[in-house]
């Protein structure tokens, strides 16, 4: 894939246009830092959701500038990762300090097997067949809570109509992407939002009723509800080290992508010193009690579309969102949107992500060759296991014992097992008879 670029890497575009550019990233990074912060932030307390968000904006904006200064220094959207969002939502039933204390340690462990240069040893764990069950597993274990956004229950009133609209604001969403071209394109999710908002009105004027910014301040620090005692518990960590397993290939995969688009030099310093500020900032979040960052992979999209490759064109965003971090009133209306329409932008990223997945699954297989029905069944079995884990009743799980309990109720994580000791026992090739 070849570019026509005004900026490359190292260029420096001039203060007004940097700045238009660095306001297109933020773009791009907003929606992801506003659903997953809505969905986290406001499970425990609603009353801490705006803390939560400005608490994710800071980390994400601190991330990002450690990435474009010392990491892997590249053109690389950073946002909330969506495997570790799975693995809270799955271990829920925990503390807080238990969950965020597994994340700072996971990120201290990422960002060690890193600069140690151990990272390596670990791809080898990872074939095609693996990487497309993590793929697929992302999307497929997290529809029960994108139901949940968007229905809201059974016995809640509406349901019906909240569904409809789903369907139709979906649809719309799909048709968006296929034909609009360049950054229209790539902020399809922040516009569709922000009409989705506005739609959703219509048809539900209550639902902002209760929404009040009297108690919001204009400027405010974040710098409390930090996971400042280290709650260690087994399951839960071993959990998280399964996630942060995906993650890490997520991450590898993202700046390696950037790198080859661009032809960028010394690649491989960029890979380990990228993946080590992943780990930093996924410490920095554990610590902060949030969810942490990860390299996003539909960045060439966004460079293609503004010629772009500029990576001080980032700092901007970077500093636009950790400024944000202290605007909790700014941050209100930016996050100002109804659960159904949450759930739809989740629903059509999910889909992106089921795209990606079967792509590197057909590719897997075609590798593979001979017979493609037995490849791909170490594809499926996996998938299907995850699914299930993923739609148990509450019931089910709480039977289990409360030390297995993160990983066995966590769909992602059992899917993931399995398709390890799958490819790395019976999955492997047949030797050929003579």
Same mark, same amino acid.
């Given at each position: 894939?070849?570019?026509?670029?005004?900026?490359?890497?190292?260029?420096?575009?001039?203060?007004?246009?940097?700045?238009?550019?660095?306001?297109?990233?933020?773009?791009?990074?907003?929606?992801?830092?506003?659903?997953?912060?809505?969905?986290?932030?406001?499970?425990?307390?609603?009353?801490?959701? $705006?803390?939560?968000?400005?608490?994710?904006?800071?980390?994400?904006?601190?991330?990002?500038?450690?990435?474009?200064?010392?990491?892997?220094?590249?053109?690389?959207?950073?946002?909330?990762?969506?495997?570790?969002?799975?693995?809270?939502?799955?271990?829920?039933?925990?503390?807080?300090?238990?969950?965020?204390?597994?994340?700072?340690?996971?990120?201290?462990?990422?960002?060690?097997?890193?600069?140690?240069?151990?990272?390596?040893?670990?791809?080898?764990?990872?074939?095609?067949?693996?990487?497309?069950?993590?793929?697929?597993?992302?999307?497929?274990? $997290?529809?029960?809570?994108?139901?949940?956004?968007?229905?809201?229950?059974?016995?809640?009133?509406?349901?019906?109509?909240?569904?409809?609209?789903?369907?139709?604001?979906?649809?719309?969403?799909?048709?968006?992407?296929?034909?609009?071209?360049?950054?229209?394109?790539?902020?399809?999710?922040?516009?569709?939002?922000?009409?989705?908002?506005?739609?959703?009105?219509?048809?539900?004027?209550?639902?902002?009723?209760?929404?009040?910014?009297?108690?919001?301040?204009?400027?405010?620090?974040?710098?409390?509800?930090?996971?400042?005692?280290?709650?260690?518990?087994?399951?839960?960590?071993?959990?998280?080290?399964?996630?942060?397993?995906?993650?890490?290939?997520?991450?590898?995969?993202?700046?390696?992508?950037?790198?080859?688009?661009?032809?960028?030099?010394?690649?491989?310093?960029?890979?380990?010193?990228?993946?080590?500020?992943?780990? $930093?900032?996924?410490?920095?979040?554990?610590?902060?009690?949030?969810?942490?960052?990860?390299?996003?992979?539909?960045?060439?999209?966004?460079?293609?579309?503004?010629?772009?490759?500029?990576?001080?064109?980032?700092?901007?965003?970077?500093?636009?969102?950790?400024?944000?971090?202290?605007?909790?009133?700014?941050?209100?209306?930016?996050?100002?949107?109804?659960?159904?329409?949450?759930?739809?932008?989740?629903?059509?990223?999910?889909?992106?992500?089921?795209?990606?997945?079967?792509?590197?699954?057909?590719?897997?297989?075609?590798?593979?060759?001979?017979?493609?029905?037995?490849?791909?069944?170490?594809?499926?079995?996996?998938?299907?296991?995850?699914?299930?884990?993923?739609?148990?009743?509450?019931?089910?799980?709480?039977?289990?014992?409360?030390?297995?309990?993160? $990983?066995?109720?966590?769909?992602?994580?059992?899917?993931?097992?399995?398709?390890?000791?799958?490819?790395?026992?019976?999955?492997?090739?047949?030797?050929?008879?003579?």
């Amino acid at each position: 894939m070849s570019l026509e670029l005004k900026y490359q890497i190292e260029d420096k575009p001039v203060w007004k246009e940097n700045g238009l550019y660095g306001l297109q990233w933020l773009a791009v990074s907003l929606p992801a830092v506003i659903t997953f912060g809505k969905v986290l932030g406001g499970m425990d307390s609603p009353a801490l959701e $705006i803390l939560y968000l400005q608490k994710l904006f800071a980390v994400m904006g601190v991330a990002l500038l450690i990435q474009v200064f010392w990491g892997h220094r590249l053109p690389v959207v950073l946002g909330p990762s969506t495997i570790l969002f799975i693995g809270i939502l799955a271990s829920l039933e925990s503390t807080p300090a238990a969950i965020y204390t597994s994340l700072l340690i996971c990120g201290a462990l990422l960002a060690l097997l890193a600069v140690t240069g151990l990272f390596g040893r670990l791809q080898s764990l990872f074939t095609p067949r693996v990487v497309a069950v993590i793929l697929l597993l992302v999307a497929f274990t $997290i529809l029960p809570t994108i139901t949940n956004l968007v229905i809201g229950g059974t016995e809640v009133p509406g349901a019906g109509r909240r569904l409809i609209f789903a369907f139709v604001f979906m649809l719309l969403m799909f048709v968006g992407g296929r034909y609009l071209q360049g950054l229209l394109k790539n902020t399809l999710v922040l516009v569709a939002m922000v009409l989705g908002s506005l739609a959703y009105f219509l048809i539900d004027p209550g639902w902002a009723a209760h929404a009040s910014v009297e108690n919001i301040q204009p400027v405010a620090l974040f710098f409390s509800h930090l996971n400042t005692s280290l709650v260690i518990e087994p399951g839960v960590l071993v959990a998280f080290i399964l996630c942060f397993l995906g993650l890490s290939i997520n991450d590898l995969g993202s700046i390696q992508a950037v790198g080859l688009v661009l032809k960028a030099e010394a690649m491989p310093r960029r890979i380990t010193r990228g993946i080590a500020a992943t780990g $930093i900032g996924n410490v920095l979040a554990g610590w902060m009690g949030v969810i942490g960052p990860v390299n996003f992979s539909f960045s060439p999209g966004l460079i293609a579309a503004t010629g772009c490759a500029a990576r001080r064109s980032l700092i901007s965003a970077g500093v636009a969102m950790l400024a944000l971090a202290f605007l909790p009133r700014i941050i209100f209306y930016l996050s100002f949107i109804p659960a159904a329409v949450i759930g739809c932008v989740l629903f059509y990223t999910m889909c992106t992500q089921v795209a990606a997945g079967l792509m590197t699954a057909f590719d897997a297989l075609q590798e593979l060759g001979e017979p493609r029905f037995d490849n791909a069944l170490m594809i499926s079995l996996p998938i299907l296991m995850g699914i299930i884990i993923s739609f148990l009743p509450a019931e089910i799980t709480a039977s289990y014992p409360y030390s297995l309990r993160p $990983i066995l109720s966590n769909g992602f994580v059992v899917g993931i097992v399995t398709s390890l000791v799958l490819e790395h026992t019976i999955g492997r090739p047949l030797k050929q008879k003579k």
